[in-house]
Structures are given as structure tokens and as C-alpha cells.
């Protein structure tokens, strides 16, 4: 059954036993309230291999390989040769990719993971993927201290642009990194502009503006949000709730983290910047 699987897609996956067995202490594979990790594949479990998956019936929210029926097992394996396949039900996703959310949590495979997990977000569009994948590489490359990956994550986001607009300036904010024209182009909506079809449609002259703008305000393109929110005034803000990780037995996977936009000095400050590059485009 595990013929033909890719050796990169392989080596990511999670085996209780036989041959492929590859954890060594149940503190590894352990979850919460006793269960184990639900991508985890059983050596004995059945599978069949069906002549048409797509009368195979959906597998259910929050999927568990041991869960599955036989044939859906068969329907798993086949997404597993071919993972970037956007055919495939969510549900199989999801199960390869709680295996890939553990090691984000253990900080095994990291890098590994890290990128499997953006390809899968240029291929499945769905949006609650979208949402929890983005929350997972943004919240592990600052568990990480990771700038590099935070950069990757935007810089490869093009083809998948839902994210939490707070979680990414959370994120850069706590990593002290700059907040750039290019952020505030791509979020308009989080500083409460609504034109996002003037962007969209004048979108590199309304950059360069937006750039000018900045430059002539802050002398930079990038300026960091601690100039404009200090870590007191960060605690005070209001808190949001997000998940962290959408593997339902990884501990630590929520968390309350401010609302950056309750922020009013900051939020009309980033405004005012673009309406006054719209006006210069006007």
C-alpha cells in the first residue's frame, strides 16, 4: 500500500508499528485526553483499493486514521501519491496534515514540514485549510525565532491569500520585523480602507506611492509597529482568540493573542498613509 508514495511525502508521515515505526516514547505521539496522533498509520488497520474513490463516502471532520473505513484508507493512499492533487476530499488534507503540525510542535522535520505545508496551501484553496495552516507556519516561525520563514510564508502566499492579517502583524511585531508597503497593500482592510479595487486595479503605481509616503513620513519603506505601539500599550489592547494548531490532541493549541487593530493611533496613522496615496494616484 505504500507503493509509489514520494520519498518526501513518505518521510513525513506518522507510523504506530511495524517496519516504519518511528517514534520511540508515547510522550511523542501522545495528545490530549489520552489519544494519540490521528494521522498515525497502523501497520494491520485494512485497506482497499477502489476502482472509483469518488463513490467512497467523505471521511469525517476531524479525520482519524483509525477511524477511516477500509476503502477510505485505499482513497488515503492514493492522495498520498499525489498530495498537491486539489481532487482530493479536505478531509484526507487535513489527516496528512496533523502529521505535518506535530512536527511544526516538535520542531522535528521542521523546515520539511514548513514547506510541504505551503505547497499544500497553493493547491487546496479550502478556507478553513487556508486559516489554520496559515496560523501554524506563522505561529511556529516565531516559536522558532524564525524571520526567514516568516518571509517565505509571505513571499510564497500569492496563490493562497487567506491568513489572519492580525496573526502576521502579531507575528512581526513580536520578531521585530519591519512592516512594509507591500503588508500594508496586501491587508488594506485591517486599516480600514475599502477600496481594495483601486488597489487592485493600480496596484504598482498605488505601492510606489504608498512607498513615497512612508519614506517622507518615517524615512522608510518599513517601519516597525513597537515605534507605534509599546509592549505596555500592546498588553492593554483587546485579545483575540486563535487556533494555533488544527490537530485536535496537540496540547497548546489555542491561544489569545491582542487585536492589533483595536489600536486606534496606529490603525489611523497606516490610514492616512493610504488614503494619501490614492489621492496622488487620483
Given at each position: ?21 518511528n517514534w520511540?516514547s508515547?510522550?511523542?505521539?501522545k495528545?490530549?485526553?489520552?489519544n ?7 501497520k494491520?488497520y ?5 476502482e472509483?474513490?469518488?463513490i ?9 486514521y ?25 478531509g ?10 506535530r512536527?511544526l510542535?516538535?520542531?522535528e ?17 479550502n ?6 495552516s ?21 513571499l ?6 487567506f ?5 502576521l ?6 520578531l521585530?520585523m519591519?512592516?512594509t ?11 480600514g ?27 522608510s ?13 500592546m ?13 485536535p ?26 488614503i ?5 494616484i487620483?
Amino acid at each position: 500500500m505504500y507503493r509509489d508514495i514520494p520519498d518526501d511525502v513518505f518521510d513525513l508521515l506518522w507510523f504506530f508499528d511495524g517496519e516504519y515505526k518511528n517514534w520511540e516514547s508515547y510522550e511523542d505521539i501522545k495528545g490530549l485526553f489520552g489519544n494519540y496522533e490521528p494521522s498515525m498509520i497502523f501497520k494491520d488497520y485494512p485497506v482497499i483499493e477502489n476502482e472509483n474513490n469518488s463513490i467512497v463516502e467523505f471521511p469525517d471532520y476531524y479525520p482519524n486514521y483509525r477511524d477511516l473505513s477500509s476503502k477510505q484508507r485505499g482513497v488515503y493512499f492514493d492522495f498520498l501519491r499525489d498530495i498537491y492533487n486539489s481532487s482530493f476530499h479536505i478531509g484526507y488534507v487535513f489527516l496528512f496534515y496533523y502529521g505535518l503540525e506535530r512536527y511544526l510542535f516538535r520542531g522535528e522535520k521542521f523546515e520539511e514540514a514548513f514547506d510541504t505545508i505551503i505547497k499544500l496551501r497553493n493547491t487546496h484553496q479550502n478556507s478553513s485549510f487556508q486559516k489554520y495552516s496559515a496560523n501554524a507556519l506563522l505561529f511556529s516561525a516565531l516559536k522558532y525565532e524564525r524571520q526567514d520563514l516568516v518571509r517565505k510564508f509571505i513571499l510564497f502566499n500569492n496563490d493562497a491569500p487567506f491568513y489572519s492579517s492580525n496573526v502576521l502583524f502579531f507575528v512581526i511585531y513580536k520578531l521585530q520585523m519591519p512592516l512594509t508597503a507591500e503588508m500594508i497593500v496586501d491587508n488594506p482592510l485591517f486599516f480600514g480602507y475599502g477600496d481594495k479595487k483601486f488597489i487592485k486595479k493600480n496596484h504598482d503605481s498605488f505601492l510606489q506611492e504608498l512607498k513615497s509616503e512612508m519614506v517622507e513620513r518615517f524615512g522608510s519603506d518599513g517601519i516597525l509597529i513597537s515605534d507605534f505601539i509599546s509592549p505596555e500599550e500592546m498588553d492593554e489592547l483587546n485579545e483575540k482568540f486563535e487556533f494555533v494548531y488544527a490537530n485536535p490532541t496537540i496540547e497548546e493549541r489555542e491561544i489569545r493573542i491582542p487585536d492589533i487593530s483595536s489600536d486606534d493611533g496606529f490603525i489611523k496613522e497606516i490610514y492616512s498613509l493610504l488614503i494619501n496615496a490614492e489621492k496622488s494616484i487620483k
